[in-house]
């Protein structure tokens, strides 16, 4: 047995050596190729859902980090009919399809949008591969190096790595618990004016917002809608998670309140299958004004002539089945999802006031997939996931992903409550609670204070107000 060990420890330590190796000859072989590459990819960055997408295949880690929703929910028999269906058709489903998507896709993408209350002409529609296909596309067709892109603050931390390899300008306004302040922007707007920078669009995320749970007001949106029309500034909506609402009256999408003006629209519409049926089908679209329509084709044409085939018809297989009740079979689908996921974040909110009583705050979302959570204390989130990950075997996104400047948020995280079953997820706060704890007496230790251990009573949760409250006038829209 010892010789099994040392001959296992020799291996381990050739092992490092060869790694420490392999490290050195990858950055001597990077610099030789140091000036032949592109400018913008200095301002490249990785984003921080994908590099930790690696620690799903850990069976010992319960992943609060990527936003994943609930695949194992998909029926297996189903898959395997639809895909069956698709097969009979196998010439078509293997072969290039038009840019634009297939048309039964599109029309699917329409029952889709009608469900939301928004309705489409088809002709508006693009399929891409993937909702984070869309944002490239944009970039790629409106934004030159150095022009400004305003967003939340925080906000999708995979879209900032791709306004950030364009080169982009990325200003941020401070969401405060009902969707961006329109008054800031504005403010923030006229500043920009006044150095002669005129945003190319303004991205946001109304409903249900990754990674800060929250949703804008109706009011605000109509006041942004009115506001980009003033000022003749593009919106990218970014709306995945519309359908995934748990309580609350549905808001009309801004596509659906930019239109009530007839054209020209100022609203590019960002939707995807993903958090609805599953991210492994890679498909999206974008809705857009015709001439931005056109451009958006022309960026798709040299990115990937056109999505697959084969999953556009997957999905219209699917739209094409009705339930046992007689109604759409995806509609059935979506509504189970709503209940799984409803009943996660309740989950999520009861481990969280479990655990962090007293000692941190978070937004109590009305549907998608997401909480965010800030500790009271002096915790940075980033190095806290080191612990919780290596030690505790619990992942999650840290705070600063969701900042332009990567600075702002370190005290915050983004905790995904979709992916996992109700037990994980008590599990996955109980251990990120620990390690917190540890990561506080640790610092509390280098600073000579002995770190609180009361955790204290009441949670304080960040309240989303609610119509009623709007109409009593103590709350925004």
């Not at 032949?36 to 930790?52: E, N, P």
């Not at 900032?160 to 707007?189: H, K, N, S």
């Not at 479990?354 to 997939?369: D, I, K, L, N, S």
Request: net charge negative; proline share 5%; charged share 25%.
């Amino acid at each position: 047995m010892a010789g099994r060990r040392n001959e296992r420890e020799a291996m381990s330590g050739a092992g490092k050596e060869s790694k420490a190796g392999g490290e050195s000859r990858v950055a001597h072989e990077l610099a030789r190729y140091e000036t032949l590459f592109a400018r913008r990819t200095g301002s490249m960055k990785s984003s921080a859902m994908r590099d930790m997408m690696a620690l799903t295949e850990r069976d010992d880690l319960i992943s609060l980090a990527g936003g994943l929703p609930d695949t194992r929910s998909f029926p297996q028999g189903l898959f395997a009919d639809l895909m069956g269906a698709v097969a009979t058709r196998a010439e078509a489903a293997l072969q290039y399809g038009p840019t634009e998507g297939l048309a039964a896709t599109r029309g699917c993408i329409r029952e889709v949008m009608a469900a939301e209350g928004t309705i489409v002409d088809e002709a508006d529609l693009i399929v891409t591969t993937g909702g984070q296909q869309v944002l490239d596309l944009v970039c790629r067709a409106l934004i030159d190096p150095g022009d400004v892109i305003v967003t939340e603050a925080p906000t999708y931390p995979g879209a900032l790595p791709t306004f950030t390899a364009y080169e982009a300008r990325i200003e941020q306004v401070d969401l405060d618990g009902r969707g961006m302040p329109v008054d800031t922007l504005e403010e923030r707007l006229d500043a920009l004016d006044a150095q002669g920078l005129r945003p190319k669009f303004i991205y946001a995320i109304p409903s249900f917002q990754n990674p800060g749970g929250e949703t804008m007001t109706l009011a605000r949106r109509r006041r942004l809608v009115e506001l980009a029309r003033e000022r003749e500034l593009l919106i990218l909506e970014d709306n995945p998670y519309g359908m995934l609402r748990y309580e609350g009256e549905a808001l009309p999408t801004l596509h659906t309140l930019d239109a009530e003006y007839g054209s020209p629209g100022m609203v590019i519409y960002l939707g995807t299958f993903s958090k609805i049926i599953a991210p492994g089908l890679r498909l999206g679209w974008a809705l857009a004004p015709r001439p931005v329509l056109e451009k958006l084709n022309l960026a798709k044409q040299g990115a990937d002539l056109c999505s697959s085939p084969v999953t556009q018809m997957f999905v219209a297989e699917l739209f094409a089945r009705t339930s046992p009740q007689g109604g759409p079979l995806w509609l059935d689908y979506v509504a189970r999802l709503r209940d799984l996921y409803r009943a996660r974040r309740d989950a999520m909110l009861a481990a969280l006031t479990e655990q962090f009583a007293g000692t941190a705050r978070w937004t109590r979302p009305e549907g998608g997939m997401f909480v965010w959570l800030t500790l009271d204390g002096a915790v940075d989130t980033s190095d806290l996931l080191i612990r919780a990950r290596e030690r505790h075997g619990v992942a999650f996104v840290p705070g600063r992903a969701a900042f332009a400047d990567g600075v702002r948020g370190a005290r915050s995280m983004r905790l995904n409550f979709a992916g996992a079953d109700e037990h994980d997820l008590r599990e996955a706060v109980r251990r990120i609670g620990v390690a917190t704890g540890e990561q506080l007496e640790l610092l509390g230790a280098l600073s000579g204070r002995r770190a609180p251990q009361d955790r204290g009573e009441g949670a304080q949760v960040v309240p989303l107000p609610t119509r009623e409250t709007d109409a009593r006038g103590r709350a925004g829209l």
